[in-house]
């Protein structure tokens, strides 16, 4: 089963607007990822950020951790058509070589 | 490196079928994963090598699936007898062993099993 959940589902955006993900997890985590899949190839690993951190960045990417909550977001900030793809989220838990993948949001981005 | 490296990249089989998928992984990665991928159930573990040994394989659907990893660089899935079921798309990945790494996956097998 899995542990994440994240929606929207589906998101249609025009280039160069920002897009938001979303994501819930269950359990206490060590740390979540993020992994962009583009269609027919495999998943990439985009971030890592610790149960300890609540904001990271990495280029245009921006996620945002609220262990309260057990929530996790994803904004891609000027947004391209080779952004087009799945995203998924990845929950690792403490003492765990597990990730546990979320449902994934699939992204368009209209040129 | 060329990556996590996976074959074949599609595979149509009758069922009843022996099929083996076969993964190279990143040479000084030393954990191994194998993931489905269905549009019902999303990404489902399969099984985990550390160290080329098995050590969770409570993901592997049923005694049809088997899993192998015989040396650092190569490891096999083996689903026999093939069932339509079974039909999906199986994902190797790699990993440093640790909290902090991220997987790198391979560019996946496409079951399909008619």
């Known amino acids: 089963s899995q542990q994440g959940e994240e929606d929207p589902q589906a998101l249609s955006i025009q280039e160069g607007e920002n897009a938001t993900m979303n994501c819930s997890y269950k359990?206490?985590?060590?740390?979540l990822q993020w992994y962009r899949q583009n269609s027919g190839r495999g998943l990439v690993h985009l971030i890592l950020?610790?149960?300890?951190?609540r904001e990271k960045h990495s280029g245009r990417l921006r996620v945002t951790l609220d262990t309260s909550k057990k929530s996790s977001s994803l904004l891609i900030t000027a947004s391209r058509a080779a952004d087009t793809a799945s995203y998924f989220c990845?929950?690792?838990?403490?003492?765990?070589?597990?990730?546990?993948f979320g449902s994934g949001t699939r992204l368009l981005v209209r040129p | 490196d060329a990556g996590v490296i996976q074959s074949p990249r599609h595979e149509v089989t009758e069922m009843g079928q022996e099929v083996t998928l076969r993964c190279k992984p990143i040479?000084?990665?030393?954990?191994l994963f194998w993931y489905r991928q269905t549009m019902m159930r999303g990404l489902e573990l399969l099984i985990y090598?550390?160290?080329?040994?098995?050590?969770?394989d409570s993901g592997m659907p049923e005694d049809r699936f088997s899993a192998k990893m015989p040396n650092a660089s190569f490891s096999t899935l083996k689903i026999q007898p093939s069932e339509p079921r079974d039909s999906a798309v199986y994902f190797c990945?790699?990993?440093?062993?640790?909290?902090?790494?991220?997987?790198?996956f391979g560019s996946g097998t496409r079951l399909t099993v008619v």
């Open positions: 359990t206490s985590i060590n740390n």
């Open positions: 950020i610790r149960s300890n951190e």
């Open positions: 990845a929950s690792r838990m403490d003492s765990s070589y597990k990730l546990i």
């Open positions: 040479s000084g990665h030393n954990s």
């Open positions: 090598f550390n160290n080329n040994v098995p050590i969770d």
């Open positions: 990945a790699s990993s440093t062993t640790g909290q902090f790494y991220g997987y790198t």
